[in-house]
Structure formats: structure tokens, C-alpha cells
């Protein structure tokens, strides 16, 4: 980092760009993580809006996925971790304490960075949400959940001849899909994505960012990316994170074409990162 | 440059390849070793002990009368079971050899025959009362100093090894003396003799007398307290486990737990015993001898090893399993039921499977809580007095009868048999999980 961005970045007081947006499906609001002693974010506040996708980008180690977890209460299991500041789902804080985090983890969905599929078969990890939600009556809804979550996933006709089939054994990208299939069959409100194209080739990406792209017509979509072509393909908004802190919001074609604040500019041009 | 750095990477190569050579000579010559030092075990073990399977019987008319039996063809059945079947046989050894007359010779004579035989005749009478009053042809066992001779196919032409010629290697070692190997001899050329497989040595208790004594107490012992060991090990252990690992909070309190059952399973398995008779038997007044004391103090010290194996299965299980579970809404027991402990199963049973081969072998706490009792009943429950196999091994190690030797190490056989079945069981309960899941 050169000595100027650096400068930029201590005097930092407050994120560059409209961090609120006139729909909001959730909402940071100054929200401060510690790992112990360690501060990982600083004061991030911003809005994720109904169907929209909002990518988050910055260098290694900036705070992006552990705020991404703060929206669901993934960081709950760590037992260093405390939260600060406040995030709303629909007007509701998800840290007060009548929320369940069980009930929380229903309606913000979470797909991870590598595929995790169950041990079981295709058709189990997705029937797997709804059966412990009980969202299904009978074995026909749940037949009729399962298929329609792999038809969004765009997974179904590569996989319908052999549902009893363990999820272990589809490829990478078939995997991601399935984990896709498996969120979406419990109908959530928000889809909190971890770099999920990390570990797959371009055309298994593709394949998914289409898929993103189809699914924003339902659901918010927060996806954390470090392929900067990525977020420009799939998002509406952009977020950058330096260092814990949130640099710059806005919508992403000006993000990359005409971003305000140095430290951006320095990332999106490939200075650093 | 570049050619500097090949002629250095060849000069070091002979040397690297030669490192190798040695280092996969030692794994063949260690690994060589030991299966030649279990093979020798195993075959020294088999050669003794596979005679302890085998029992010899002879060959006699036996004649069941109101004369030789010392009752009247009327009497009551316990009357009769009670009768002199000893005399019986004694008569029909008398009548076989009419030239045996001295009081001690006679005494020889009856020394050929069990004494357990007059059991089964007893038996055999009682199957059908119409059998009274007339002379059979029947096959009884044979004593254990003449089954040992009989069963090695011996030739009993040869001179015994005493005083005189105790260099002779040809000579028969046997406590029987010229008299009785010639009787005995007479009756293997009259083909009365009979080697067969030895059912009694699986039917039988303990006995005194080496050709009667079987380990079915032993095993029905062992058994018993097993299934204890594994009732209460396996879902303590495993639910601790569980905790430890999935619930409890990282704090002085469950660092403390954890470094006491690591220590615990260091503890000498005879101070469990020691536990185990001041509290179980003195303090809680639980049966002396019985299994279920023994699958107590068992189960602790199988506990740790239990408890330390399924954390590390658990621990195996990838945390992307325990993300995804969280991250679609289960509760953090349904994580655990539904997802962690299917996938740790088959690590936990292995586990599960070490602990109860330890316990299976272990001798020293037995003997403490009185396990090491002279049973010749076999155990009906849990609070029977009982024996297990390795304290049966010890105490048969212990007896001065030839004939205890290869019944030794055909209990240690038995013992082994159990073990592979214990594990074959464990391995095909793995299978079945890894295909499930």
C-alpha cells in the first residue's frame, strides 16, 4: 500500500457512497466484531435491498466474510466472537434476544465457500431443511419441494434419474448447485453467499452466476467475491471492505468504472489485493 | 548455473535413493519381524492347545443289574439315579481284565476310566429305565493321564521315563505305570479305543480332574460381563464424548475433565479392582464374584479409552458438515443427532470395539473383586458367581495336571476366537454404516 492510500485510509471516518438503499430487506447498522481482543470490523453500516444482489469485495483478510456471517449469527459458535451495533431483518434486530437463531437461520440462508454437501443422498440434503422445519405435510409436497429446489438450482435434469445417488458423488460444481438447491427448499428471505465459485472452474461459475442472477427475482442476495469480474457480473451494488472497515458503497457499474474513494480505486485497478 | 545445479542434484542423487533403500529395509525387516514373532505364538499356542479339543474314551460292556448296581429294578427314579454306577463300571473292568487280583492292581485299573464317567452312565441309565438289567457296549472317558497318551496316537510298547532311562528321548512321559500302559494297550489293540472331539471341554465348568474341566462357565462369565461392560460403557462414554466435544464451553472445568480421563486411562487396571471391591462389593454390598461387578469395574476402565477415541472421531468430522447443518436451521442436537455422530459411527464402534478387547483380556481387577473363584456351575445372570476366560487361563496355568497345559492354551484359543468374532462384528457394523451415510 503506498504511503498516500495508507493516509487515506487512517483518516477514514466514514464510508464513501449511499450505504442505505429505499428498500431494505436488512440493514447493518454500525456494527463493530470482535475476536477476543482483536476488532475484525469497525463500525460497518449498510443496507442489503430486496431483490438485489450486493457484492462484497476487498483484499484477504478484510473482514468481508466474517461480516457476511454476522447476518445469519454463523459467528454464534465462536466463542471469542462478539458482536456490536445492531442488524435488522425486516425492522427486527436478529441480536435481541427473542430471536432464535435456529428460526434466524430459516429465513438467511447461507451458501458456503467450498461445496458441503450431507453424507446422504441428493434428494435427503434437500429434503434435509424442510423436514426439520416441518415444511412439508406429506411425501408429495416434500417430492414436489425437492424438485422444484433443484429445478431453480438448475440442477434437476442433470440429476433426476439418480436422486438416491449420494450428494458426495456429483462434480464440484454440481455440489455448489446442490448446496444451492438445499437453501433454497427452505424458502428464506436473504441468501448470504461465501465466495461460492471459489473452488470451481469457469464453467461450473458461469453456471452459477447465471443462476444468481435468476434467483435475485426472489430473494436478497448478499455474495462475498474475490473475483472483482465476478461481482461486476452479478451485482447491483458493491461493497468495498479495507481492513475491517467498509471504504465505499454504490452501484457497481460506478464502483468500477468511476470509484470515489482512493483505496478503491487502488483495488479495482489492481494495485493491490 | 543451471549445469552446477545438475551436477550437484545428480551427486546427491545416489545418496537420497540410497537413504531410501535403507529406510524401506527396516519397515520389511520390522514388519517381518513381528508377523514371524506372531506366527510362532500363534503355532506354539495351536500345537498345545489343539489336544484340548480332542478326548479319548474306551470301550467297556457294562453291565446294569440289581447286582451291580446295588438297587432293584423297581426303585425310584432318584433312588436309582443315585445307584453304584461306579461299581458298575469297576465290575466291568474286572470282568474285561479277570487277571487282575491284588487289592493295589485293581486300584490301578480303575484309574483308566474318568471318574466323571459314573456321571454319565448315571445319565444314561436315566434316559430309558428299560436299559436296566441288561450289559452294554459303551464309550467312556477316558482319565487324563491315558487320554494324553491315547489322543497323541503314543506307542504304549515303550518304556517309561524314570530313574534309569530319564536320558532316553523315546520314552513315554506319563505318571501311569508298565501294568496299567499294558492294559491300555490291550484295549487299543481290541479297538476299544476312541479319539473324539471333545464336546464336554465347551459343555463343562471348571472340574478338578483335567479331562472333565471345560471353560463354559468361563465363556458364559466373560459374556456376561461384556455385555454389562458394554451397556454402561458405550452410552456413558459416548455421550460424554459428545459433550466434550460439541457442547461444553472451553473453560478451566472441562480442561480439568479432560486431562483427568486422559489420566485415568493410564491408571494401573488393578486399582479399578481395588475400586471396585472397597466400593461395589464392601460399601454397596453387590455380589461377590459376579459379572455384573466385573462389567462395573470394567466399564471404567474402559471409560477413558472410549471417551478419547470418539472425540477423536468426532473431531475427524469436517466442521463445512456442522456448517451446513447450522446454516439451514437444525438445532445444534439435531447437527449432532442427524450429521456429526452418523459420520463419527464408524470411528466411535472401532473405538468402542479396542475398549472391549481390553476388557475381554484383562485379569488383574477381576481378581480383586473375586472373579477368581473356582466355578463349576454355569452362570445363569448377571449375579451368579462366575469366572471369565483370561482368569480361567490363569488359574489352569496354575494347575500341576499335564492335562491342564493344552487345556491352558485351548482356553487362550477360545479366548482369540472370541476376539475375532468381536471384531468381525465390528468391522461389518462399520460396513454397514459407510454404505448407509
Redo the contacts between chains.
Keep these: 500500500m503506498s504511503s498516500a492510500a495508507e493516509k487515506a485510509f487512517e483518516e477514514l471516518k466514514e464510508t464513501v457512497g449511499r450505504v442505505t438503499v429505499d428498500n431494505p430487506k436488512m440493514q447493518a447498522k454500525n456494527v463493530d466484531v470482535f475476536y477476543g481482543d482483536k476488532q475484525a470490523i469497525f463500525d460497518v453500516t449498510c443496507d442489503i435491498g430486496k431483490n438485489e444482489v450486493i457484492a462484497m469485495i476487498g483484499p484477504s483478510g478484510c473482514g468481508k466474510s466474517t461480516f457476511l456471517r454476522c447476518m445469519n449469527r454463523m459467528n454464534d459458535t465462536i466463542p471469542s466472537c462478539r458482536v456490536g451495533g445492531d442488524i435488522l431483518l425486516e425492522g427486527d434486530s436478529l441480536y435481541s434476544s427473542s430471536v432464535d437463531p435456529v428460526m434466524l437461520r430459516a429465513r438467511v440462508g447461507m451458501v458456503f465457500q467450498k461445496p458441503n454437501p450431507f453424507a446422504k443422498s441428493i434428494y435427503d440434503n434437500v429434503a434435509y431443511g424442510p423436514r426439520i422445519h416441518g415444511l412439508a405435510n406429506n411425501r408429495a409436497e416434500l417430492d414436489d419441494i425437492v424438485e422444484s429446489s433443484l429445478q431453480r438450482a438448475g440442477l434437476f435434469d442433470e440429476v433426476k434419474d439418480r436422486l438416491n445417488a449420494p450428494g458426495t458423488s456429483l462434480s464440484g460444481g454440481q455440489q455448489q448447485r446442490l448446496c444451492i438447491a438445499r437453501t433454497i427448499a427452505v424458502n428464506p428471505e436473504v441468501i448470504l453467499m461465501d465466495e461460492p465459485c471459489s473452488a470451481l472452474d469457469p464453467i461450473a461459475t458461469a453456471r452459477i452466476e447465471e443462476l444468481i442472477d435468476e434467483l435475485r427475482e426472489n430473494y436478497a442476495i448478499a455474495i462475498v467475491t474475490h473475483s472483482m469480474q465476478q461481482a461486476a457480473r452479478v451485482s447491483q451494488r458493491t461493497a468495498y471492505f479495507h481492513l475491517g472497515k467498509l471504504v465505499e458503497v454504490g452501484e457497481t457499474k460506478t464502483i468500477f468504472t468511476n470509484p470515489t474513494h482512493e483505496l478503491t480505486e487502488n483495488y479495482i485497478t489492481g494495485r493491490f489485493g | 548455473m543451471s549445469n552446477n545445479t545438475t551436477e550437484k542434484v545428480r551427486a546427491s542423487l545416489q545418496k537420497r535413493y540410497f537413504k531410501e533403500k535403507v529406510f524401506r529395509s527396516i519397515g520389511v525387516v520390522a514388519i517381518v519381524a513381528s508377523l514371524s514373532f506372531l506366527v510362532v505364538l500363534l503355532g506354539s499356542i495351536i500345537y498345545k492347545g489343539y489336544p484340548a479339543f480332542k478326548a479319548s474314551y474306551i470301550q467297556l460292556d457294562v453291565t446294569l443289574t440289581e447286582e451291580t448296581l446295588d438297587v432293584s429294578a423297581d426303585a425310584e427314579d432318584s433312588e436309582l439315579r443315585r445307584a453304584n454306577y461306579l461299581g458298575a463300571i469297576r465290575t466291568a473292568l474286572r470282568e474285561r481284565f479277570p487277571e487282575v487280583t491284588k487289592r493295589g492292581d485293581k486300584r490301578n485299573l480303575y484309574r483308566l476310566i474318568s471318574s466323571g464317567a459314573e456321571y454319565a452312565l448315571s445319565d444314561f441309565m436315566m434316559e430309558d429305565r428299560s436299559r436296566f438289567g441288561q450289559t452294554h457296549s459303551l464309550w467312556l472317558l477316558a482319565d487324563d493321564e491315558a487320554d494324553a497318551l491315547l489322543k497323541r496316537n503314543k506307542d504304549l510298547t515303550k518304556p517309561i521315563r524314570t530313574g534309569e532311562n530319564a536320558k532316553n528321548k523315546d520314552a513315554l512321559i506319563t505318571r501311569l505305570n508298565t501294568d496299567q500302559l499294558g492294559w491300555l494297550q490291550s484295549f487299543k489293540e481290541a479297538g476299544e479305543t476312541d479319539v473324539r472331539l471333545a464336546s464336554t471341554f465347551f459343555t463343562n465348568g471348571d472340574s478338578r480332574e483335567a479331562e472333565q474341566a471345560g471353560i463354559r462357565a468361563a465363556l458364559i462369565g466373560s459374556a456376561y460381563t461384556l455385555l454389562i461392560t458394554f451397556v454402561l460403557s458405550f452410552p456413558i462414554a459416548v455421550a460424554a464424548a459428545i459433550y466434550l466435544e460439541e457442547f461444553a464451553?472451553?473453560n478451566k472445568f472441562t480442561d480439568i475433565v479432560e486431562v483427568n480421563i486422559n489420566n485415568l486411562a493410564a491408571v494401573p487396571s488393578i486399582v479399578f479392582g481395588l475400586l471396585g471391591l472397597a466400593v461395589f462389593i464392601n460399601y454397596l454390598q453387590l455380589p461377590r464374584s459376579a459379572p455384573v461387578v466385573g462389567g462395573i469395574v470394567l466399564s471404567l476402565m474402559t471409560l477413558p479409552t472410549i471417551i478419547i477415541s470418539s472425540r477423536a472421531a468426532l473431531k475427524a468430522v469436517?466442521p463445512?458438515?456442522r456448517?451446513?447443518?447450522?446454516?439451514?436451521?437444525?438445532?445444534p442436537v439435531?447437527v449432532v443427532t442427524?450429521?456429526v455422530l452418523?459420520?463419527a459411527m464408524p470411528g466411535i464402534l472401532t473405538g468402542t470395539i479396542i475398549g472391549l478387547a481390553q476388557a475381554l483380556g484383562e485379569t488383574a481387577p477381576l481378581l480383586m473383586i473375586g472373579m477368581v473363584a473356582f466355578i463349576v456351575d454355569i452362570p445363569n445372570s448377571v449375579t451368579d458367581p462366575a469366572t471369565v476366560l483370561p482368569v480361567q487361563v490363569f488359574l489352569w496355568a496354575d494347575a500341576p495336571e499335564r492335562a491342564f497345559t493344552e487345556r491352558t492354551s485351548g482356553a487362550i484359543l477360545v479366548l482369540l476366537a472370541f476376539l475375532v468374532v468381536m471384531n468381525l462384528t465390528a468391522v461389518l457394523l462399520r460396513k454397514k454404516f459407510e454404505r448407509r451415510?
Design positions: 464451553p472451553q469436517p463445512s458438515i456448517e451446513a447443518a447450522r446454516g439451514l436451521g437444525a438445532s439435531q442427524h450429521h452418523p459420520l451415510w
